[in-house]
């Protein structure tokens, strides 16, 4: 597609279940990044897919939080027993990382997911 | 990675140039300079980006200090659509992480 897609745009959940957050990056994009804005908040790193490698799992804040990415593609987060804190917007974004001098590492970002734990 | 300095907020007439600017004084040779912007309920936009000589775009200007230790982003005409929180990040490309670490940015308010 033309752009990040993620889904949904908005999700209230109640406290202690799970949910899956989506995203589709631009297509030939081998770099996915899920971060996290919480209301007023810069945005924090969670986790980093770089084509076939091991992902960077260093940002995810607990290990009820979890993330996959199919195919070198669609990714998605899992977080389950929700808990109000967190509640935030979830971002995905997507760039091209084909190194060498000049390179545009540019992220694109999706819209983001608005979660709301309640 | 590199850390960055910005200030927290800054106005600017709308017309007006506005400059912000971000010290970076432990950059290193192949470290890039990236800046990026949200406006207010969107993700993150990125702007532009430069190693060491002055950069421009349809977008902004970005003049980088002869020591690399501090950097100017430039709007040359702001509009009020311009209003967000300005992000200067510090990666390099050979850097093994990839994730690019976002400060808590200046945020810009452009007036009428």
């Known amino acids: 597609g033309a752009g990040v897609s993620q889904s949904p745009s908005n999700k209230v959940t109640e406290k202690g279940k799970d949910v899956e957050l989506r995203c589709d990056p631009i297509s030939g994009h081998t770099a996915l990044y899920w971060y996290r804005q919480s209301l007023g908040q810069g945005l924090e790193f969670l986790i980093y897919f770089q084509g076939n490698s091991a992902p960077d799992k260093s940002g995810l804040p607990s290990d009820r939080f979890s993330a996959e990415r199919t195919g070198g593609s669609v990714s998605t987060l899992t977080i389950q027993r929700t808990q109000q804190e967190d509640s935030a917007v979830y971002l995905c974004?997507?760039?091209?990382?084909?190194?060498?001098?000049?390179?545009?590492?540019?992220?694109?970002f999706g819209s983001g997911t608005r979660l709301t734990v309640v | 990675d590199a850390k960055t300095t910005q200030p927290p907020s800054m106005d600017c007439a709308e017309g007006r140039a506005a400059n912000l600017p971000c010290n970076h004084s432990?950059?290193?040779?192949?470290?890039?300079v990236y800046w990026y912007r949200q406006i207010h309920s969107q993700g993150p936009q990125y702007i532009i980006h430069g190693l060491k000589n002055n950069e421009t775009n349809e977008m902004a200007s970005l003049i980088i200090t002869e020591d690399r230790k501090s950097s100017t982003l430039i709007l040359p005409h702001a509009t009020l659509r311009d209003t967000a929180v300005y992000y200067c990040?510090?990666?390099?490309?050979?850097?093994?992480?990839?994730?690019?670490?976002f400060g808590q940015g200046t945020t810009l308010q452009v007036k009428p």
């Open positions: 432990t950059i290193s040779g192949n470290e890039y």
């Open positions: 990040i510090v990666r390099g490309l050979s850097s093994n992480t990839g994730k690019l670490i």
């Open positions: 974004a997507s760039s091209q990382a084909t190194g060498g001098a000049g390179s545009n590492y540019g992220y694109t």
